[in-house]
């Protein structure tokens, strides 16, 4: 046997050290991401009853995402290797000009990935907007340039004080929303310039706030904790300041918190026109004279 040369070890050793730069990178993100996280995807730990659609979607998406490029990179390498050229095979290799089974399945099967895969959209997206009979809290949202404005529409619960209160963001304060634990929320999205989109990572969902364009949707908050909350459509020069915090608290808590709202005066629905001019109105004060 011919001892390797000199440049073969080198090559070798690079081999090595370009597999190990690859690997490493994935091992360390696989160990910085969160309990459970790499099993779900990705996805965060999720806080609301329709979380749980959603993430059966994302990750049998994910699965049959594999299992069909499993298969085509299989099929590649498989007629890699298996036709090959060797050594006294014609220039030119035999040419198979039709093959009728063979196109009917590959005209067949992709149309049959689509069903399946429209069918459990479908399906999910039947189950996340599927609203409550009785929600057993309201709140209007308010979409506006580059803030959020949430009103609690909780006139008829005097554990919450018996007034709709309410809290207006600016570019300066993050409002923060709170939501009862384990009590079902409706949320009325209104936007008052252009289109929004309102969006809490750990609920699994988001939908647009679109100007004339009434949205709404209804979601159990089922994990307490603090989470974000964030604009998830471009909507202009400060999109980015469009962020707010949501405290899923104990009802107790919950309470307790609007009353404070009803003490800082802070009662009566912002509609969207007044969300704008309370908007400019804290953005021009907070301007340096």
């Not at 009853?49 to 990179?73: N, P, S, Y």
């Not at 007034?163 to 079902?184: A, C, F, M, Q, R």
């Not at 159990?220 to 980015?240: L, N």
């Amino acid at each position: 046997m011919e001892p390797k040369l000199d440049w073969q070890r080198g090559g070798r050793r690079r081999r090595t050290i370009v597999a190990a730069a690859l690997v490493l990178p994935l091992i360390a993100g696989c160990s910085s991401v969160g309990q459970g996280q790499a099993a779900r995807f990705g996805l965060v730990h999720a806080a609301s009853d329709r979380a749980v659609h959603m993430g059966d979607l994302w990750t049998g998406g994910w699965i049959a995402a594999l299992a069909i490029g499993v298969l085509v990179w299989g099929l590649i390498g498989y007629a890699v290797i298996r036709f090959r050229r060797r050594s006294g095979d014609p220039e030119i290799p035999h040419q198979t000009r039709y093959h009728l089974p063979l196109e009917v399945v590959y005209t067949i099967v992709p149309f049959l990935i689509i069903g399946v895969l429209f069918f459990y959209t479908v399906r999910t997206q039947n189950s996340v907007l599927e609203k409550d009979a009785k929600p057993q809290h309201q709140i209007n949202v308010v979409g506006q340039k580059w803030s959020w404005t949430f009103n609690y529409m909780e006139a008829d619960n005097p554990a919450a004080g018996g007034v709709v209160t309410h809290e207006i963001g600016t570019l300066e304060k993050i409002p923060d929303l709170y939501l009862p634990v384990n009590e079902s929320v409706r949320f009325n999205l209104h936007s008052a310039d252009v289109i929004h989109s309102f969006w809490v990572p750990a609920f699994y969902f988001k939908l647009d706030v679109i100007p004339g364009h009434p949205n709404s949707f209804d979601l159990t908050p089922t994990k307490v904790g603090t989470y974000d909350g964030k604009c998830a459509e471009f909507c202009g020069t400060y999109h980015a300041n469009m962020i707010f915090k949501v405290h899923v608290v104990p009802v107790a808590e919950y309470n307790a918190y609007l009353k404070t709202l009803k003490d800082q005066k802070q009662t009566g629905e912002i509609k969207p026109a007044k969300s704008v001019d309370a908007l400019t109105v804290n953005a021009k004060e907070s301007e340096p004279k």
